[in-house]
């Protein structure tokens, strides 16, 4: 069976309301979605049965926070991906900087290095 989603909507957004009135604030996200297979169509939501205190979240990356990338000189295309992220070359440094969520995005989280 293959499911695929093609739309997820947020509380607020259109075509939530309805939901909204019965799930109320532990509703998190409606998802649209389409099994290939057999040709149909789903909606389903996505709500909050549990939450507790994060242990470790003093450990956590700000994802504003500007990381340095290490990224070799003949890496040019890679280079300019980063510079279409908001990265830009710090020169005493040796260094690419770009905010740590733009890293995770670009799948770049073992290019960081500490300077």
């Known amino acids: 069976m293959t499911i695929l989603t093609t739309k997820t909507v947020l509380p607020g957004q259109a075509g939530t309301k ?28 996505e709500i909050l049965v549990n ?5 470790r979240e003093d450990q956590r990356i700000p994802l504003n926070k500007i990381v340095y990338l290490h990224i070799d000189y003949g890496e040019r ?4 991906l980063v510079r279409a992220a ?4 710090n020169k005493e440094k040796k260094y690419w900087e770009l905010a740590y969520g733009r890293v995770l995005q670009l799948g770049l989280k073992d290019r960081i290095r500490d300077v």
């Open 18 to 45: 309805q939901l909204a009135k019965i799930y109320g604030d532990k509703l998190l996200a409606v998802r649209y979605k389409i099994d290939t297979e057999r040709r149909l169509k789903y909606k389903t939501v």
């Open 51 to 55: 939450e507790w205190q994060c242990k």
């Open 77 to 80: 295309r890679l280079g300019s």
């Open 86 to 89: 908001g990265g830009f070359w």
